[in-house]
């Protein structure tokens, strides 16, 4: 077993390959072979789709896996590369960090070639098969504990070029919601490090909670929609019928946008995804289950806006957030 | 600190009392004080209402939370006692089992007063609050993992006589679906045990995947049909309106309708819960991580029948169930 990160064939092969990343072992575990697939069309846009960065989102992997089907029929030009599953251990514990180095993998680009198992995915996907794309689908879910819209996100960049780029392309999903989102939490993400390298990046939000039949058939159609858009697939874009409605806005959220618990307790969503709400209106109401002579606390909308995530009903903390709010984005 | 479970309060204070289950220490746990709401309203039906049972089936503490606010209003005799939440540990990990011993609430009842937790968690109820009540309506749900409908399930009870009472009292909840669920892991549930004391038990459903405003309002309804049902409140049972169809149906399912993955993977739903299928429809598909060079594996419907669960797109082993299936009970 070769000790550096290695792809099992050559992404400049013509044609379609599938293959494997191999991600070399370390003392924390066995090399992994991470599933590879490359459409390669010669001349055209250079694409890379990734899913299951974490391993409770697997929206990503399934949209993913449709596409290793029917893009060798529909794929008219250019490279695609596609990696259902970046973070294999996670993904077979239904666990958002990686169960033996409890890291989250985007948190740890570039990653580091001596690193642990996290770390060494990283390290293996920034330095083999980033460098292969020039626009990056890294497709992501809000996960079992949250209800989120199907859509495409980023966070601000400050190059004004790039930020623009990035945001007509997020559009051209045409899922219900294009969302900018201001969050300070980014050393270490993948979208930061692929932005660094010049790339466009959009991080794919496929809905969140239970991920059923008819949710993936429109997360699907967003992604064709952009790969439409790109040029790569031949065809027509689709609105997409979300929960009865065809609609697609461009919202901003601000970190300040977060409404957090004001105890811990019981969380009980009072709204729906897209909602709009105004000054005072009932978003969720926190449970007491130390006492039920506490009253139970109202949580309410400080001005007026959208609602673009809410907390499924889960036991929360102190100051864990239950929801987020939007609005339209001023350009 | 006593040593022995008791009760804050006497259940037989006349109106309404709020006050603690206190579940004694033990070498493994400190001891728990779990919220019971009493409202004793002298003669009438004897009802014990309990949710919490599982950690991540919040469905459950969440509406019987609703009905300690509103029942001081609405019931005009009877007893009514609510505990939320049963496994109070488990709900704050988000756990279905007791993160300190590993245990199954609903697979040790009657319990053992020196055993661990969990095991005291279930004497504590089997002795204290069970023989209080006629009529025991648990609120569960499928949990994070499994899409299902709002119902009313029992399992097959060998006394015709309550058998009879305990389905014609689940169909008075009418959610879409009540169903009579051959199951043969039943050793140590709080149903069998309820049963073997001659109570009528109702294992509620609440749905399974995201808790969002909307299901949660089908199920309270749903349970105050019941409550209508007993006599305990004034008013007229409402059709519930679910995924935009008024419908109610009792259904049966057998231990062999439950469908297993035939290899370990990612599991695609290709279908929702309440689809009528025929022979040989794609239920789900399940798609290799190993290798995409492997065909995905297509799991089809083996006769007629009415999907009651499918799973949520997660990663499941070799044998892992992935749906049930159901058809109009035959009496």
Redesign the interface.
């Known amino acids: 077993m070769s000790n550096t990160p290695h792809l099992t064939f050559d992404l400049n092969d013509p044609g379609i390959s599938?293959g494997?990343l191999v991600i070399p072992n370390g003392s924390d575990s066995e090399a992994l072979?991470l599933?590879?697939?490359s459409l390669n069309k010669g001349e055209g846009p250079r694409l890379l789709i990734t899913g299951g960065c974490h391993?409770n989102e697997?929206?990503g992997?399934?949209v993913s896996?449709?596409l290793?089907?029917w893009l060798p029929e529909a794929q008219t030009c250019g490279r695609v590369i596609i990696l259902?599953?970046l973070n294999?251990p996670a993904?077979?514990a239904?666990s958002r960090d990686t169960p033996v180095d409890g890291l989250n993998l985007n948190r740890v680009f570039p990653g580091r070639a001596d690193g642990s198992v996290t770390e060494r995915i990283a390290d293996a996907v920034s330095r083999l098969i980033l460098p292969m794309a020039d626009t990056v689908f890294d497709l992501h879910s809000f996960g079992?504990?949250w209800?989120f819209p199907p859509a495409s996100t980023t966070h601000p960049i400050a190059d004004a070029d790039l930020m623009a780029k990035t945001v007509r392309l997020a559009e051209a999903f045409r899922f219900p919601m294009t969302l900018v989102w201001e969050f300070h939490d980014t050393p270490g993400m993948f979208d930061t490090w692929a932005q660094s390298q010049g790339k466009v990046f959009v991080c794919v939000e496929l809905g969140?909670?239970?991920?059923?039949?008819?949710s993936?058939a429109i997360y699907e159609a967003g992604v064709r929609n952009a790969l439409i858009a790109l040029g790569l697939v031949d065809g027509k874009a689709e609105y997409l019928t979300y929960r009865q409605q065809k609609s697609s806005q461009t919202l901003a959220t601000l970190s300040s946008d977060e409404l957090k618990s004001p105890a811990r307790g019981?969380f009980?969503?009072?709204?729906?995804v897209l909602d709009e709400v105004k000054l005072g209106d009932v978003i969720g109401i926190l449970?007491s289950?130390?006492?039920?002579?506490a009253d139970?606390i109202y949580i309410r909308a400080p001005t007026t806006s959208i609602v673009c995530a809410?907390k499924?009903?889960?036991?929360v903390d102190f100051n864990e957030g239950v929801a987020l709010l939007a609005r339209p984005l001023k350009v």
């Open positions: 599938k494997h072979s599933p590879v697939f391993g697997l929206e992997p399934i896996r449709r290793v089907d259902p599953v294999l993904v077979q239904w079992p504990k209800d969140g909670g239970t991920v059923g039949s008819e993936l019981i009980e969503p009072r709204c729906s449970h289950m130390d006492s039920l002579s139970s809410i499924s009903g889960v036991h």
